[in-house]
């Protein structure tokens, strides 16, 4: 019976160990919320934010997490709207061009 108490004592120490653990991450994870990372991009103290690694490390993460469908709709998502955007800045500038050329004369 000694064995099956000592067993005993040792699962309640390890679910003990467990739920610090546990307790520990929901901490860490309260940290990590959209919410307290917008807060910190806002105060300018973000600065991780604009860094590209960290950008490219949590795709990489996102990545080998599985969600890797998501990953590359948002990717290409991202890239047609940077097209987009790159030719409709293009198409102003041509206005402003026609504009300026027509107000010279």
């Not at 160990?17 to 919410?35: G, I, M, T, Y």
């Not at 934010?49 to 997490?65: K, Q, V």
């Not at 969600?67 to 097209?83: D, Q």
């Amino acid at each position: 019976m000694s064995r099956i108490k000592q067993l005993e004592a040792r699962r309640r120490a390890l679910l003990r160990r467990c739920e610090e653990q546990r307790e520990e991450l929901a901490a860490r994870l309260a940290q990590l919320s959209p919410a307290s990372l917008l807060g910190a991009a806002a105060d300018g103290s973000g600065g991780r934010l604009r860094h590209p690694f960290a950008w490219a490390a949590a795709l990489a993460g996102l990545l080998f997490l599985g969600r890797t469908r998501e990953v590359l709709t948002f990717v290409l998502w991202i890239r047609s709207a940077l097209a987009l955007a790159g030719r409709a800045a293009h198409l102003v500038r041509l206005l402003t061009q026609l504009r300026a050329a027509r107000a010279e004369p």
